[in-house]
């Protein structure tokens, strides 16, 4: 429940983000009296701004008011697209990481205790320590001392078939976040070409081919594009790091698996 609500409010973040940029994309421009008044004033104050403007500095845009104009020049019919891809994708990254960070063991620690834990109360002992012990090793090696009483065979095949369950829990997501991964360059393309499509349609429309006309248009067409593969290069990286972690907690589970058979073969042999 707790990972839903963390994913849930990571969306809603993200949902309010994009209506704040197709909000700033359709604002007007200003009321049409406060300007006709400016401009009535603009004669009187000229020669002032003139001097002010050649000693001041010009003025920086930030990051965000630059992303926000390209957002805007791009077209929110394909740019919104896209950022809503990033934003789910990155959702479930920070859910995935959490989970799996969660998930990490110290085997070797775990593996102590439980031999100790059978020396002291026997398998039952190794079972409430499991039972108390966070994360997916733990409830493999319950598994297994649960079908200790039928043999070590048992144990390994049921160690076996939960590790599968287990292993399917962690990668659980990663399918979504490779969907976006490909979704997000093709979403740019198609922008690209419809965008190239209507700037031609302009230019048959003019009947003249003007550099300004064209170069407009090929600038607001190839923006949907770099945004389509920046949100891809993103969560490509992440995907990959997801991917490493889910490798490594599989392999953590079959070592400790392992010895967890050792130490069932021990006791069984000291009986």
Known sequence: MKRKSLLVSLLIMGICTLGHLSFAQDAPSGDTTKQDTAAAAAP???SMASAEEAVA????STVHQVIKQ???EGGWEWMSPILICMIIGLAIVVERIIYLNLATTNTKKLLSKIEDAMKSGGVEAAKELCRNTRGPVASI???????????VEIVEKSITSYGSVQMAQLERGLVWISLFIALAPML?????????IQAFDAIEAAGDISPSLVAGGIKVALLTTVAGLIVAVVLQIFYNYLLSKVDGLVIDMEDSSIGL???????QAKK
């Not at 740019?188 to 190239?196: D, I, L």
């Not at 058979?261 to 006791?267: F, R, S, T």
């Open 44 to 46: 009187v104050v000229d």
């Open 57 to 60: 500095p010009p003025a920086e």
């Open 70 to 72: 390209k957002f805007i």
């Open 141 to 151: 090696f319950y598994q297994g001392l649960d079908r200790a009483h039928e043999g």
């Open 188 to 196: 740019g393309f198609m922008g690209t070409v419809v965008g190239m």
């Open 261 to 267: 058979v050792d130490i069932l073969v021990k006791h």
